[in-house]
């Protein structure tokens, strides 16, 4: 069955309130098409009218995570966090992860992009403009002048926004998900009767470490590491 059937079957099911049928469709559908940013958010509209909300909660910000100029998915995410209380736990983050809120997380990476072309042509005006300088020093047998306060400003800046483009790409290569139950457990190993290590609130941004048939490994940065089952969290 085709996306496009699949959709109009969950969003009729939707009109007619039958949300678990609308849930079902909608699913399907993006079995199909995973990182659909239109099937995540009619998915996770089904979902919160089931009353599933921390999953219609991660469905969001998976949704985010791909499009986060939606206005649909911000007016979605913003509803949910008045009707959803995402509990963290104690935890230490590490430099990188601290780093990460405030460089990453607010931004895409079109940002350090753009800061980047700006300042190589900001640096390469001044640049240029020195070599002719020069240049015309030379023929005229005087001493150059410096490069300039503002051209190595701007040069720092430009390393800077490399340095910021770096942290995107390194960051890209983590993977990521949101925990999409209530309570979840970590084990110690990928098995159901393994001792639980810590627990962790439904709605939080995991790193998933390792993958063994239907069980992940991940970490909530900051605390310990466990085994959860791969269903307990919606990948980015």
Same mark, same amino acid.
């Given at each position: 069955?085709?996306?496009?059937?699949?959709?109009?079957?969950?969003?009729?099911?939707?009109?007619?309130?039958?949300?678990?049928?609308?849930?079902?469709?909608?699913?399907?559908?993006?079995?199909? *098409?995973?990182?659909?940013?239109?099937?995540?958010?009619?998915l996770g509209l089904s979902k919160f009218e089931?009353?599933q909300k921390i999953e219609a909660f991660a469905?969001?910000?998976?949704?985010?995570?791909?499009?986060?100029?939606?206005?649909?998915?911000?007016? =979605?995410?913003?509803?949910?966090?008045?009707?959803?209380?995402?509990?963290?736990?104690?935890?230490?983050?590490?430099?990188?992860?601290?780093? $990460?809120?405030?460089?990453?997380?607010?931004?895409?990476?079109?940002?350090?992009?753009?800061?980047?072309?700006?300042?190589?042509?900001?640096?390469?005006?001044?640049?240029? $403009?020195?070599?002719?300088?020069?240049?015309?020093?030379?023929?005229?047998?005087?001493?150059?002048?410096?490069?300039?306060?503002?051209?190595?400003?701007?040069?720092?800046?430009?390393?800077?926004?490399?340095?910021?483009? =770096?942290?995107?790409?390194?960051?890209? *290569?983590?993977?990521?998900?949101?925990?999409?139950?209530?309570?979840?457990?970590? $084990?110690?190993?990928?098995?159901?009767?393994?001792?639980?290590?810590? *627990?962790?609130? =439904?709605?939080?941004?995991?790193?998933?470490? $390792?993958?063994?048939?239907?069980?992940?490994?991940?970490?909530?940065?900051?605390?310990?590491?466990?085994?959860?089952?791969?269903?307990?969290?919606?990948?980015?």
């Amino acid at each position: 069955m085709s996306i496009q059937v699949l959709f109009d079957e969950g969003a009729q099911a939707f009109a007619q309130k039958d949300f678990a049928k609308a849930s079902d469709a909608f699913s399907k559908a993006l079995d199909l *098409q995973p990182n659909n940013v239109t099937l995540l958010v009619n998915l996770g509209l089904s979902k919160f009218e089931l009353g599933q909300k921390i999953e219609a909660f991660a469905l969001f910000k998976k949704a985010e995570h791909l499009d986060a100029k939606s206005e649909a998915v911000q007016q =979605g995410l913003a509803f949910l966090k008045s009707q959803v209380q995402i509990q963290e736990v104690p935890r230490n983050l590490e430099l990188y992860e601290q780093a $990460r809120t405030f460089m990453i997380q607010p931004f895409t990476i079109t940002t350090p992009l753009t800061f980047l072309w700006i300042l190589i042509l900001v640096f390469g005006t001044y640049f240029i $403009r020195f070599l002719a300088n020069k240049k015309k020093a030379f023929l005229a047998g005087e001493d150059p002048q410096p490069l300039g306060v503002p051209a190595w400003i701007s040069f720092l800046l430009l390393l800077i926004s490399l340095f910021w483009l =770096g942290l995107f790409q390194w960051d890209s *290569q983590i993977s990521r998900g949101f925990i999409k139950q209530e309570v979840l457990s970590l $084990r110690s190993a990928p098995e159901n009767n393994a001792p639980t290590i810590l *627990q962790l609130n =439904g709605g939080l941004e995991v790193k998933i470490l $390792r993958k063994n048939e239907g069980w992940l490994q991940i970490q909530y940065p900051g605390t310990f590491s466990g085994w959860v089952e791969k269903e307990s969290v919606l990948e980015l």
